[in-house]
C-alpha cells in the first residue's frame, strides 16, 4: 500500500472501467477514462509530492481502512491499495441512472469511513443554472431565452416569436447527444441533430402534428430546453462557439485558463468535439475572424462573463473548483453565453500548450489547499436536482 504523502492524498473518481478485452494473459496495459488528462494529473501531482491515484465508484463501495485504485509508476497504470483520500476529485460520468446512483452512493459510503473534501461541485440541469443566473444583472444581458419544453402549443408560440427556428436540449445532456434544431421551411418543417448515441439525423415534416408528435416522443426519455435558434456559425456555415475554462487556484481564487474556439462538423448543429468538431487556440480564430481589436474585446468580454458566472453559480449552488462556459459569437460579434458545466474536458486545448499546462496543475494546486484544511467558505442557496449536467469536452 502507498504511503500517504506530504502535501495531501487526491483520489480521483472515474468512470467503471470495462474489463479488459486482451485476454486473460494480463499483459495488456491498462487504459483508464481520460487516460491522458489523469496520467499528467499523476505526473503533476508526483512533482508537489501529492500522492494521486485513481478509482472507481465500486472500488469506493468495498473501502475499508484503505480503497483499491490504480497509481501511475514508470508511465504505466499499476493497480494496488491506497489510505483514504483527504480529497476526491469526481470526474465520473455516469451513462444512466442506475450508473450515477452507483456512484452517489460509493461516495456516501466512503465519507462514512474518512471525511473527505470534494473537490468539484455540481451543476442541477440547464434550466435551472439558466434562472440562477437570470438573477444576475451582468449576465442577463448575455444569456438567451431559454424555457422547459413543454410540448406542441409551446413550441407554436415560440415558433412565432423566433421565426429563425429553436433549438432543442436535453436538461441535463453532454457531447451534443439529442440536440435538435427545428427549422421552418415553405411548406414543411427541417429536424436535424443528433441522436442519443450521438449520431446525425435529418428529417422533414409536411404535417404539424406528425412533427410535435415525433419530437414529443424523442424528448420523452428526458427533460428538455427550447431556446431561439441563434446563428452561430463560422462563414462557411460551420456550428461555432468558444469554450471557456475558469479555475480555482491555489489560494482558492477563480482565475481564468484559457479559451477555444470549437467548430463543428460540416452539417452538424453543434460545435462538439465529440460529434466530430475541431478546435484551435480562441485568440488565432478570433483574429482571423473579426480582426485583432474586436476579438481582444471578445476575450475580454468572455474572461469577464466567465468570472461573474463562477460567482453566481458558486453563490447558488455551492463551492466549485472548476467551470466550462460555452459562448457562441453571431456574425456581428453578439456574444451570448449558453452553457455552464461543472466537469470540463480538457480536449479542446490539446492545441494550447499553455492553457492545458494550467487545466492539469490548478486543480491539484486548489486540492493541496483543502487537503491543508483551508477550505473557502461560501454563502450557499444549493439546489439539488435528479438530473444533474455533465461534461461536455
Known sequence: MAEPAQSGILGILISQRQPDRAGESGASPLFMPEDDFCRRLCAYGQSIGMLVYLFCASQAAA???????????????????????????????????????????????????????????????????????????????????????????????????????????????????????????????????????????????????????????????????????????????????????????????????????????????????????SARIAADALNARFGEAIAAELLERIRSVSERSAGCLETHFGRMAELGLDFGIEPDGRLWLLEANAKPGRQSFDGDADAAERAVRRPLDYAQLLAAGQRPVFPSTRIQRRYIQEVHP
Open 63 to 277: 473501502a475499508t481502512e484503505w480503497i483499491r485504485g490504480y497509481r501511475l509508476a514508470d508511465g504505466s497504470w499499476l493497480d494496488g491499495r491506497f489510505p483514504l483520500p483527504d480529497v476526491v476529485y469526481d470526474r465520473a460520468l455516469p451513462v444512466s441512472g442506475a450508473q450515477a446512483r452507483l456512484t452517489r452512493e460509493a461516495l456516501k459510503t466512503l465519507m462514512q469511513r474518512k471525511r473527505y473534501v470534494l473537490l468539484n461541485g455540481s451543476l442541477p440541469g440547464k434550466l435551472d443554472v439558466y434562472r440562477a443566473m437570470q438573477h444576475d444583472d451582468g449576465l442577463l444581458r448575455w444569456l438567451p431565452d431559454t424555457q422547459s419544453y413543454e410540448g406542441e402549443r409551446q413550441l407554436a408560440k415560440l415558433l412565432e416569436r423566433y421565426p429563425q427556428g429553436l433549438f432543442l436540449k436535453p436538461s441535463a445532456g453532454s457531447h451534443g447527444k439529442g440536440a435538435l434544431r427545428l427549422l421552418r421551411l415553405e411548406q414543411s418543417w427541417q429536424i436535424d441533430g443528433r441522436d442519443r448515441h450521438n449520431r446525425p439525423l435529418a428529417k422533414q415534416f409536411r404535417d404539424w402534428s406528425a412533427l410535435c408528435g415525433w419530437i414529443g416522443r424523442f424528448a420523452s426519455a428526458a427533460p428538455y430546453v427550447v431556446q431561439p435558434c441563434l446563428k452561430l456559425t463560422d462563414d462557411e456555415g460551420r456550428s461555432f462557439d468558444v469554450r471557456a475554462l475558469i479555475q480555482k487556484d491555489g489560494r482558492g481564487r477563480w482565475s481564468f485558463t484559457g479559451a477555444a474556439v470549437r467548430v463543428g462538423g460540416h452539417g452538424s448543429v453543434t460545435a462538439n468535439l465529440h460529434g466530430g468538431g
